[in-house]
């Protein structure tokens, strides 16, 4: 697996996310208010790597990408693949974050049971269509410069949103932190269909301790089968700030 690097940008100068971006500086540089933004790959960047797939013996090439009401990715991707040396599914996940990542693990393990690089998509498309998120951020004022709040959200208060169609979307707001986790435990239980099992994956932005309660509230539900903690990384924390917590789901 290849993963191409997003653009970071702060303050005017512009980091590749994984290469030469430290998530601690970052959150510092978030906390100092800095000025941040993010940019897609471009296609010279995923070419580049379609031809490293194909000089490392790779017949074939499975790009899953963040959603394309989100990112210019996807659109870079159909670019890149005119001039890849070998075939290149590209796939709009629709979504962002580990919930790329999940469609990513889906495709894998098809790939890894001997499906087709087809089925493997088809897998990674279906999880895509039906993937749930929800998570707590402490201000408003980076969803809402990135163009990404939808509706009305009191200031004041503590919001649990949930990215639908490319737009972060008011599900409810709290007054701490501990409300804020069994309101997310509760929307996780919901979401889920009647005999439904899930896979979860808990990300935060330096919120261990709640990030800690969330995955425990969700292990007492009894439909998950699988928790994964991760660290919200610069692309994401940029659209949603320090002490952003949250869950992200999909049918096991």
Request: glycine residues 10%; charged residues 20%; hydrophobic residues 50%.
């Amino acid at each position: 697996m290849r993963v191409v690097p997003l653009t970071v940008v702060v303050d005017g100068v512009a980091f590749r996310e994984g290469e030469d971006l430290d998530c601690e500086w970052f959150y510092d540089a978030l906390r100092a208010a800095a000025e941040v933004s993010t940019a897609s790959a471009p296609p010279g960047d995923l070419a580049a790597a379609y031809a490293k797939a194909a000089a490392d013996g790779a017949r074939a090439v499975l790009s899953i990408h963040v959603g394309s009401d989100l990112s210019a990715t996807v659109g870079a991707a159909r670019v890149a693949f005119a001039a890849s040396p070998i075939p290149v599914e590209v796939v709009d996940s629709g979504t962002a974050s580990f919930a790329i990542g999940c469609c990513v693990w889906a495709a894998g393990e098809a790939l890894a049971g001997g499906s087709a690089l087809e089925v493997a998509a088809a897998r990674a498309r279906k999880v895509a269509r039906r993937i749930g998120n929800v998570f707590m951020v402490r201000t408003l004022d980076l969803p809402r410069r990135g163009g990404r709040l939808a509706g009305d959200v009191i200031a004041s208060a503590l919001p649990i949103l949930a990215l639908e169609d490319g737009a972060m979307r008011a599900v409810t707001q709290v007054s701490d932190g501990e409300e804020a986790v069994d309101v997310m435990g509760s929307y996780v239980r919901e979401w889920a269909a009647a005999g439904e099992r899930l896979r979860v994956g808990i990300g935060d932005a330096q919120a261990d301790d709640l990030a800690t309660q969330l995955a425990d509230r969700l292990r007492r539900i009894g439909i998950v089968d699988e928790v994964v903690r991760y660290e919200v990384g610069p692309s994401v924390a940029a659209h949603t700030g320090v002490g952003t917590v949250g869950a992200v789901f999909h049918a096991s």
